[in-house]
């Protein structure tokens, strides 16, 4: 049983694991994904996993040594994620639970969750009370020409995606607005479509493109200006007709309150770790459902096609397939929809060749 059980080891380890084409954005082209993999062993013979992505590989082994150095504080604990991570924002109040320390932090989160549900015997939904069910997701389509977006579509298309979101903030507003068409023009006329601007610009300029992208309905134009820029998302909000999106930078729930105070969005999208793991996700559901906001998720297509399925408010998951390549089983779309797995924990499994040869 989880309140039994106890912790015995800590493992990180940091890889950059491939993707399949650089993804370009506005704020910058990722050529691999810096992920750091922990393993969490239990005295009851069941180890719980997790990754974070580091989005540089000059943060994964950094991060990957702040993981490991939490091993002696960890060692004797119980199985008991929300209690285990009190203990840890304890000890790092001083510091301060931001950054990554706040991604270490998360990742524990999650490996002990993983870990509870496998003793359970049960998929992390159902452990926490819900089940799997079809989630609707979206594709992203990196930063290129029209023609690049129309095959990067179609390529989409074939692998069951029906739904888009395209990065945004080209030269000219109106070089974004070809790249909906070019989507639309493969997808089909009615196709979901977003837009991401990736922090790229201040309010004023954000709504000026938004005066033209507006007559194209995208889903949503998601971070239009920097993401701690609360009162920036809320003028823009209020000037243009297509919902906002915000949310995966968000630290924990000081910064979605401080954000939902302002006004700052219409959507919500929490990352997995940034929000605080599998604890902060649940919270930030029920925040949420009490705001009466659509919820969708940040990257973590593993964890949060179990989370995603709890939330009440639920919207979108986003795929950006950053961890298959080290996964033995890695996620799958089926007809524009991600379904958890029915195995114990999140059903995440290591692939340790592959690991051997993406290891930094």
């Known amino acids: 049983m989880t309140d039994t059980a106890r912790i015995t080891g800590l493992r990180a380890r940091a890889v950059a694991a491939p993707l399949a084409a650089p993804h370009v954005t506005a704020s910058g082209t990722l050529e691999v994904a810096p992920l750091v993999l922990v393993d969490i062993a239990t005295d009851a013979g069941v180890t719980g996993i997790a990754y974070a992505f580091a989005y540089t590989p000059l943060a994964a082994k950094p991060l990957s040594a702040l993981v490991q150095t939490l091993e002696p504080l960890l060692a004797g604990q ?32 999650i490996a002990l969750w993983d870990a509870s549900a496998k003793l359970a015997g049960l998929p992390l939904a159902r452990f926490l ?20 977006v129309a095959r990067d579509t179609e390529a989409s298309l074939a692998r069951g995606f029906r739904a888009f979101k395209l ?48 007559e ?105 397939d950053i961890a298959g390549p080290v996964l033995a089983e890695p996620a799958t779309i089926r007809d524009g929809h991600v379904t958890a797995p029915e195995r114990p924990g999140h059903g995440m499994a290591w692939d340790e060749a592959a690991i051997a040869r993406f290891s930094l």
Do not use: C
């Open 216 to 320: 194209a309905a995208p889903a949503w134009i998601e971070e239009p200006v920097l993401a701690q820029d609360h009162r920036g998302h809320a003028e823009v909000r209020a000037a243009i007709a297509t919902p906002v999106q915000t949310g995966e930078n968000w630290w924990g729930l000081p910064d979605m309150r401080a954000s939902l105070d302002a006004g700052a969005s219409d959507l919500i999208m929490p990352d997995a770790i940034k929000i605080g793991g599998v604890s902060g996700f649940l919270d930030a559901a029920a925040l949420a459902a009490a705001e009466g906001r659509p919820m969708s998720s940040h990257l973590y297509i593993e964890v949060s096609a179990h989370l995603l399925a709890l939330t009440p408010t639920a919207q979108m998951l986003e795929w950006f």
């Open 129 to 148: 009370g819900g089940q799997p069910r079809p989630l609707p997701a979206y594709d992203g389509i990196g930063m290129v020409d029209p023609g690049g």
């Open 78 to 109: 119980p199985v008991a994620p929300r209690a285990v991570g009190a203990m840890l924002a304890a000890r790092f109040r001083l510091a301060g639970v931001q950054g990554m320390v706040a991604q270490a932090l998360a990742t524990v989160d």
């Open 167 to 214: 990065r945004a903030g080209r030269p000219e507003a109106r070089e974004d607005l070809a790249a909906i068409h070019a989507a639309r023009g493969a997808a089909g006329a009615d196709a979901w479509v977003a837009l991401d601007f990736n922090q790229a610009f201040t309010a004023p300029e954000a709504v000026r493109r938004m005066r033209l992208l507006d």
